[in-house]
């Protein structure tokens, strides 16, 4: 006679703090990776893999193949998502590891246009896809694995450790690429971009050794001993949590604010408009990044005890004001400035937003949905949110200097998160085992207080 697994919120003693700090060692580990693309796209690929006689639409082809992993990311949702909901959080996340780090180290690996002509991009753009379907997964597992292991009155606090990751990650990444952008444009251009793409081997071993050790979470387990797993969680998703999927979708393109910042800013304050130089700017980012590391985990817990509705909202609608102060004192060129607004708003407003996401999302959907959920309505939306980038680009005109425009299309894309902020329910004192439980026949959710 099989034995009943635990309750959802009986995880043994240390068992969510090991969760927690997988994810964020796994994340970080993972979005290192993803982030060191955003940087070359930005700064190198325009001269290595594409036409440099026409810089302009140079640049703007690179920061395409940026956006081309969001755009596999839907994909990647569908089959991770479903694979997770059936088998398992922890088989995703080792498996989204290992196929983010072997893609990296191919793309560092990759013959340039002047070695092999089209070729060359069109390798990158392959690279550039698995890359994306790995990322797909990768958020919606780590978050799926926290939450579920978490106590229930600190959910987000513990889930927000997988998004402090990312920008763990992303510091990373900028630290790296540093040293790398300093380097004479000689060497930068023939080998010194490709070394931080040949660490990510490193990175693999790392986060396999590390994610191999997690435990299961008691909350899948219980799921899959009485009930049993979902066959096609994407039906089930369809049919009784479309509201909350297109409410993640909506609120996911909040990420276009971290991807105009990472990719496009860059681009314009190192450009010919503006003559900022890399290393500066790539400082920018590497101390908006640190301050991001404190304020994640701190406006989680506030949202443990406010809700996550109010602390998502500050993050939204704050961010539409911040990125205009930030892309304006980029126009100035005064550095000092430019420094003091990006950290204020990437580093403290947006964390806002990015550090209550993985609960709040999370706690719309049951177990036996929750991967897919997710990763389904996230990675649609972080679609969008990569693309931003290319609309951006183009927005900015020829020269890519109209800051105002540009600032405009972020604000325009803040506002459906503030709406599926406002549209949805308050779970942060939800049981966790009553998280995305309906009642018959209501199409709503029944709230379910957090006993002691």
Not at 55 to 60: E, F, K, R, S, V
Not at 208 to 232: H, N, S
Not at 242 to 270: C, E, H, K, P
Request: proline share 6%; with cysteine.
């Amino acid at each position: 006679m099989s034995v009943p697994a635990p309750p959802h919120d009986a995880s043994p003693p240390g068992q969510p703090r090991k969760a927690a700090a997988a994810a964020w060692i796994g994340s970080a580990l993972e979005y290192y990776d993803f982030f060191i693309y955003g940087s070359a796209a930005a700064l190198i690929f325009p001269e290595v893999f594409f036409d440099d006689s026409d810089p302009a639409t140079a640049t703007l082809l690179s920061l395409a193949t940026f956006g081309v992993a969001y755009a596999a990311r839907p994909l990647g949702a569908l089959f991770l998502g479903h694979v997770g909901d059936r088998l398992g959080r922890k088989k995703i996340m080792v498996f989204t590891l290992v196929l983010m780090g072997l893609s990296t180290f191919l793309i560092g690996c990759l013959p340039t246009r002047s070695q092999v002509g089209t070729l060359a991009p069109v390798l990158l753009v392959l690279c550039r896809v698995l890359q994306g379907i790995s990322a797909a997964g990768e958020q919606a597992s780590a978050n799926s694995m926290t939450l579920e292991h978490a106590p229930p009155d600190r959910r987000g606090f513990f889930t927000s450790f997988t998004l402090s990751g990312t920008q763990g990650g992303q510091l990373l990444a900028t630290l790296v690429f540093i040293p790398v952008a300093a380097l004479p444009e000689e060497h930068l251009l023939s080998w010194g971009w490709r070394v931080p793409f040949w660490l990510s081997v490193a990175v693999a071993v790392v986060g396999w050794v590390i994610r191999r050790r997690l435990d299961e979470t008691p909350a899948f387990e219980q799921q899959t001993a009485t009930e049993g797993v979902v066959k096609l969680p994407l039906v089930v998703l369809v049919r009784e949590h479309w509201a909350d999927v297109l409410r993640v979708v909506a609120g996911a393109l909040i990420a276009s604010v971290s991807t105009i910042f990472t990719v496009w800013a860059l681009a314009y304050a190192t450009g010919d408009s503006v003559g900022m130089s890399r290393s500066s700017m790539l400082w920018v980012g590497a101390l908006a990044n640190v301050v991001a590391l404190a304020a994640i985990p701190l406006w989680a817990a506030l949202s443990d005890r406010v809700g996550r509705r109010p602390v998502f909202l500050v993050g939204a609608a704050g961010s539409a004001v911040a990125m205009f102060l930030f892309l304006w004192a980029i126009s100035t060129g005064s550095y000092p400035l430019t420094l003091v607004l990006g950290v204020l708003a990437f580093g403290v407003v947006y964390s806002a937003a990015n550090g209550v996401w993985p609960s709040f999302y999370g706690e719309m959907f049951p177990t036996r949905v929750r991967l897919s959920g997710v990763a389904i309505g996230t990675q649609i939306g972080f679609a969008v949110a990569g693309f931003a980038v290319t609309f951006a680009a183009q927005i900015a005109g020829p020269d890519g200097d109209d800051w105002f425009a540009v600032s405009l299309f972020t604000a325009a894309l803040c506002v459906p998160p503030v709406l599926a902020a406002l549209t949805a329910r308050e779970t942060h004192r939800t049981a966790t085992e009553r998280l995305g439980e309906r009642v018959p026949g209501s199409g709503t959710e029944r709230p379910a207080k957090v006993t002691a």
